[in-house]
Nanobody, 119 residues
Framework: QVQLVESGGGLVQPGGSLRLSCAAS????????MGWYRQAPGKERELVAV?????NYADSVKGRFTISRDNAKNMVYLQMNSLKPEDTAVYYC???????????????WGKGTLVTVSS
């Protein structure tokens, strides 16, 4: 099966930076869209950034966050700069993966990594 594992979360002061990584493993034929979502306490999960045909960002992170991908390694990254307390959330990666067992595109999620922005 396909598994996604995020890493890179942690505690950072306001104005600081973090880089999140997400690695996909398993019987993967190809990966289309890769993205990052986040869920803050008491709030719904929201899109942060996605890369597929193009790249899109939530308005709240434009100019501060950068999404990138390494197709050879089946990885997606999120460089987060100028972090604010309101960026505090659990960050999840999501990939639309075609697995050899199904040969159809399906969405897979990681379990999330916590980012806390606080002084």
């Amino acid at each position: 099966q396909v598994q996604l594992v995020e890493s890179g979360g942690g505690l950072v002061q306001p104005g600081g930076s973090l880089r999140l990584s997400c690695a996909a493993s398993g019987n993967i034929v190809s990966i289309n869209a890769m993205g990052w979502y986040r869920q803050a306490p008491g709030k719904e999960r929201e899109l942060v950034a996605v890369t597929g045909v193009g790249i899109n960002y939530a308005d709240s992170v434009k100019g501060r966050f950068t999404i990138s991908r390494d197709n050879a390694k089946n990885m997606v990254y999120l460089q987060m700069n100028s972090l604010k307390p309101e960026d505090t959330a659990v960050y999840y990666c999501k990939m639309n993966v075609i697995a050899i067992t199904t040969m159809i595109s399906e969405a897979y999620w990681g379990k999330g990594t916590l980012v806390t922005v606080s002084s």
